[in-house]
Structure formats: structure tokens, C-alpha cells
């Protein structure tokens, strides 16, 4: 009974994966297109292909109906009329600038190890004995494991086994560690995003007003966490105290855990309080790898979709978030970078194409990092190989 309803469950995750990407990839772009607008207005669209660059004023041009090459120079013409060029998801891969996209890849490197570091100072701060090359290295497993599992958070199961083997002795304070170094890293992109969405309160409202309001609502929940005076209010201990005896048993052991990290709140808040620095090296590299599509989305409006995307895709449905992270990226890159393309046609679908081949762009080079992981992981079974009784010797 218990098989049949994770496979039912699998299934529907599946099926809305599918429907995601469905509804992601009818709505860009995988065809170039010449647009042509009259002094009346009229549009008339051609499709082919843009052959060589796309991002020059005059660019080369094999239309699908004649297969004839022709050099169209964008924007107004002679005659006061306009042709704009829309590239398709593929011209944009193909014109990928390999500096700008190395750049980004070193500065998602060096983030990474700067969150491991978080996670290790959290170790640390509990009193477990774990060595920085160690967290480092759990990290990446974990890294690695997250694009293989579903759900972004399949990685810290991974990360949790490992640091509860190494740390035996204190289970459950290994495995507190991660949590609450997920919880610093929610807080910690929605207080770039709260700071971000600032300068975007008068263009889009909305967006802006969510991740304030998201933002407020996780500060509560650590409040919860560590505040005495709010959980006696909500008399916390009393609604655990009618849970059963097993269930209680658990949420008091892992509550006693994170109470530990009270008296560690003035390094945890300097670690939040960087976080603008830290996390402009992961948005850093976001726009260099966005430079290197040509996307055309601005550093400042990165600083606000990164953070939002992110936690977005974090809904555990698929593997590390395929599929939501395109959506989010997608319609949020197409809302935020119409506003810079006023006078184009279709200005929100070709920055919504761009914005998912960024997105899956940077998952492909995401997945290659991870691939470190993997081989650490290869390292370790060798290792416990060697070392066990059954090895030949």
C-alpha cells in the first residue's frame, strides 16, 4: 500500500513536470524571426535563420520560404519603417560568449564554497567536530545529489546521511545543522531580494510587495524558532506536549538543537547581514552567463528575479527544481526585461525565451560542478571498500 502511494505520488510529480515544460516550451521561441512594421503599423513576420550573430545592427539572414541569404540592418529603415530580429532558443546557445560564461562558472564556484563555509561554521558552532574540508566536501556530494533526487532539497538527505555517520555521536544536532543552514539561506536571499525590490516598488509593485510580505513571514518563523517570549504566546510546549509520545519526543529533541544556536546569533547575523556580498558572486555569475546569452537584463533587476526565482524552484517537485525554475526565470526575466525593449515587437516573449535559455544555461553548468560530487562520492565508497574486513588484502 505504502509503494503504491509513493509511485502515485512520483506519478503526479512527473506528470506536473511534464505539464511545466509543456507550457515552458510553447510559449518560447526555437525559430528565428525577421519582423517587419510598417508606417501603418501593419507587422509582417519571416522565419529562418540568423546565420553568424544575432546582436549586431547588421546581421546575415536565411529566410525558411526562399533559403536565400540576405543582410538586414536592424531598427529603422530608409522609408521610416522598422525590422527587428527575434532569435530562437538555439541562436542564442550558439553565439554563447565562452569567457563571459567561464567567468560566471568561477564566481558560482567560489559561492558555493562560501556556503559550504556557512554550513561548516554552523557545525562548528554546535559543538561537532567536523574539519572545513570535511563540510566541504559533504557539500559538494550534496551538491551532487541534489541534481539527481527530486525536489532541490534532495541533496540535504544526502548531506544529513553522511554528516550523521560522521557525526555518531550527535545525530540529531548534525542533522539540525542543515536545516537550519537552509533557513539562512531563505532569509538571507529574501533580505538581497527585500533590498532589490526597492528599486523596483515603482515599476512592479507587486513583485516587490510579495517578497517583502514572503520575507516578513520567515522572519516570524525564526523568530518562533529561537524566541522564548513568542513561543510562550503561542504556548508552543503546550501544543507539543498533545502530540504522541514518539512525535513529541522527536520535535523536542530537534527543538533543544536549534535552541543551541541562541547563544550563536550574533554570528549567524553577521553571516545574513553578508549575505549581499555573498550572494553577488551566485547573482554575479547570473549575469555573466546571462552577458555571454546576450540576454540584455540589467545587474540591478538581477538582484531582485535571482533571489525570487531561486526560492521558487526550491519547491521539492522535481529534480533540483527542473521545469519551476524555467517558469520563474521565464516569465520573470520576460516581465522585468520588456520594460527595456519599448518599441519591440513581442518585447516579453523574446526576453521570455531568453530568460529560460539562461535558466537552463546555468542548470547544465550547475550539473557539471556537481559532477565533482559525484566523484567524491566514488572516492569514498573506494575508500570504505579498501578499509572493510571483505577487502582482499
Request: proline share 4%; hydrophobic share 50%; charged share 15%.
Amino acid at each position: 500500500m505504502v509503494n503504491t502511494k509513493k509511485m502515485i505520488l512520483m506519478a503526479l510529480k512527473l506528470l506536473i513536470v511534464a505539464a511545466l515544460f509543456g507550457i515552458i516550451f510553447y510559449n518560447i521561441s526555437w525559430i528565428d524571426t525577421v519582423t517587419h512594421t510598417d508606417l501603418n503599423g501593419h507587422i509582417n513576420k519571416r522565419e529562418g535563420v540568423v546565420i553568424g550573430p544575432w546582436d549586431q545592427n547588421q546581421i546575415q539572414f536565411q529566410f525558411k520560404d526562399t533559403e536565400q541569404d540576405v543582410s538586414i540592418k536592424k531598427g529603422v529603415q530608409a522609408n521610416g519603417s522598422t525590422l527587428s530580429v527575434s532569435p530562437g532558443l538555439p541562436t542564442y546557445v550558439r553565439n554563447l560568449d565562452g569567457p563571459l560564461f567561464t567567468a560566471g562558472a568561477f564566481l558560482f564556484f567560489l559561492f558555493f564554497v562560501t556556503i559550504n563555509s556557512r554550513w561548516w561554521f554552523l557545525l562548528r558552532a554546535n559543538g561537532l567536530n567536523v574539519r572545513f574540508l570535511e563540510a566541504q566536501k559533504f557539500g559538494w556530494i550534496g551538491l551532487f545529489f541534489s541534481n539527481a533526487l527530486p525536489g532541490a532539497t534532495g541533496g540535504d538527505v544526502i548531506k544529513a546521511v553522511y554528516i550523521a555517520r560522521h557525526c555518531s555521536g550527535d545525530k540529531v544536532r548534525a542533522i539540525v545543522s542543515i536545516f537550519v543552514d537552509r533557513v539562512i539561506g531563505v532569509v538571507s536571499l529574501l533580505f538581497v531580494g527585500c533590498i532589490a525590490s526597492l528599486m523596483a516598488m515603482d515599476r512592479f509593485p507587486v513583485f516587490a510587495s510579495t517578497i517583502w510580505l514572503t520575507g516578513i513571514g520567515v522572519l516570524f518563523f525564526c523568530f518562533l524558532l529561537v524566541s522564548p517570549s513568542l513561543r510562550k504566546l503561542i504556548r508552543f510546549d503546550a501544543i507539543v506536549s498533545w502530540l504522541p509520545q514518539k512525535i513529541g519526543k522527536i520535535i523536542n529533541e530537534l527543538d533543544q538543537a536549534i535552541l543551541y544556536y541562541r547563544a550563536h546569533l550574533t554570528g549567524i547575523g553577521l553571516w545574513i547581514l553578508a549575505s549581499p556580498l555573498i550572494y553577488t558572486l551566485f547573482i554575479g555569475s547570473f549575469y555573466l552567463m546571462s552577458e555571454s546569452l546576450g540576454v540584455g537584463i540589467s545587474l540591478k533587476d538581477l538582484f531582485f528575479i535571482v533571489p525570487v526565482a531561486s526560492v521558487i524552484q526550491g519547491i521539492p517537485i522535481a529534480p533540483a527544481g527542473w521545469g519551476i525554475g524555467e517558469a520563474a526565470y521565464g516569465a520573470l526575466i520576460g516581465k522585468f526585461g520588456a520594460a527595456s525593449l519599448p518599441e519591440t515587437v513581442d518585447a516579453e516573449q523574446i526576453m521570455r525565451t531568453r530568460g529560460v535559455a539562461l535558466s537552463i544555461l546555468y542548470r547544465i553548468h550547475v550539473v557539471a560542478w556537481s559532477l565533482l560530487g559525484g566523484l567524491l562520492v566514488l572516492l569514498d565508497r573506494k575508500r570504505e571498500f579498501e578499509n572493510s574486513p571483505k577487502a582482499p588484502q
